[in-house]
């Protein structure tokens, strides 16, 4: 395919994007799109049969390179709390990357002939399948509580897809931000913690020993001082006795 050829396709593609998710894949025509991508309807035709051929070319550029990118992650030598923050990351910096695209891909679910919908219901469950893994190896390895793998990853997927819905490009909310507050609240909750983690408590507990052992050691010095103390004051006490009293009769010389 010529450079020139692929031009003209990504243009045809990123102006349907913006057309299905501005007015939805049934309202569009032929004509609407032809117009967005600023070519003839003829033109349009050279390079797609339909627009049904459209869509589900949308469909399979966003299935491969979401696939391929968390298959990737997956596989990389890193924990399973790692891979899944990495995850998240992706999949928030894609969502909000391609927005107009994730529109319709979200869209248009419902309402896709049977033969298209049977392959993107296993393609999403292939996705799926994937998050599964990795959340079963953090269980497996004592990483993560007991958790249910699949019913954590539709709860964590339902958490950034409705990102299409409002998330803004541009705005204040950018997608590392999204992405951070969506990792903190999985791994630590949104409550203020009001009971100690087990770290703090061993934390705790040697800082006490520690107080405890400098207490004995400062407790031991000072008896030991007590103990030199007293014996000083005994050998002084004596004779201080022996210079005031008289000598004793064995000392009295004898005429």
Known sequence: MGRKHSGIEAQILRA?????????????????LAVAAKISRATFYSYFPSKEELLRRMYRQVIAST???????????????EKLRR??????????????????????????????????????????????????????????????PKRFTYMLLGACNWMHRWYRPGGEWTPDMIADEIIRILESGCLQQQTETNEA??????????????????????????????????????KRRERHRGPSPAEIPTK
């Open 16 to 32: 349907a994007e913006m057309t299905f998710s501005e007015r939805g894949y049934q309202a569009t025509t032929l004509d609407d």
């Open 67 to 81: 696939q391929a990118s968390i298959d990737r992650i997956a596989r990389e030598d890193v924990p399973a709390p």
């Open 87 to 148: 995850i998240v990351r992706f999949h928030v910096s894609y969502l909000a990357t391609h927005k107009p695209l994730m529109q319709v891909f979200f869209s248009e679910l419902l309402s896709l002939p049977s033969a298209m919908s049977r392959s993107v219901t296993q393609a999403n469950r292939a996705f799926c399948a994937v998050i599964e893994r990795v959340v079963e190896e953090g269980v497996r390895t004592g990483v993560f509580i007991p958790l249910h």
């Open 201 to 238: 408590i061993l934390l705790r507990e040697v800082r006490a020993l520690r107080e405890e052992v400098k207490q004995m050691r400062v407790s031991g010095r000072q008896d030991q001082k007590h103990v030199q103390r007293s014996a000083n004051h005994a050998t002084k006490s004596v």
